[in-house]
């Protein structure tokens, strides 16, 4: 009965601004959610994470002072606020929450429960 839903997605050109959603359906009592991206060709590869009840965030080098992960309580959600886009952030963005952990949190192993994904384009 656990779910997550990721929205906000789209096309939006370099320099621009996008929040990304992560609604979970039923109740979550991983310790991490992440944010995940895939672009066409490569590997997925982890962006942010939000410990949640530390409230530590943790962030990839490539993403580092344009995006910043939050979280609502009482929505059950989490947001990826993207600004300062590049092309290269082109990609599927994926959620994701699990148990993670001091090693766990940066790879796909430490999480448990994966959404759909959304697409997020950024042109030149």
């Known amino acids: 009965q656990v779910q997550l839903e990721e929205s906000g997605g789209g096309l939006v050109q370099a320099g621009g601004s996008l929040r990304l959603s992560c609604a979970a359906s039923g109740r979550i009592f991983s310790g991490y959610v992440g944010w995940f991206r895939q672009a066409p060709g490569k590997e997925r590869e982890f962006a942010a994470a939000f410990a949640w009840r530390s409230g530590n965030t943790y962030y990839a080098d490539s993403v580092k002072g344009r995006f910043t992960i939050s979280r609502d309580n009482a929505k059950n959600t989490v947001y990826l606020q993207m600004n300062s886009l590049k092309p290269e952030d082109t990609a599927v963005y994926y959620c994701?929450?699990?148990?993670?952990?001091?090693?766990?949190?940066?790879?796909?192993?430490?999480?448990?429960?994966w959404g759909q994904g959304t697409q997020v384009t950024v042109s030149s």
């Open positions: 994701a929450a699990g148990p993670a952990g001091y090693s766990g949190r940066y790879s796909q192993s430490g999480y448990d429960y």
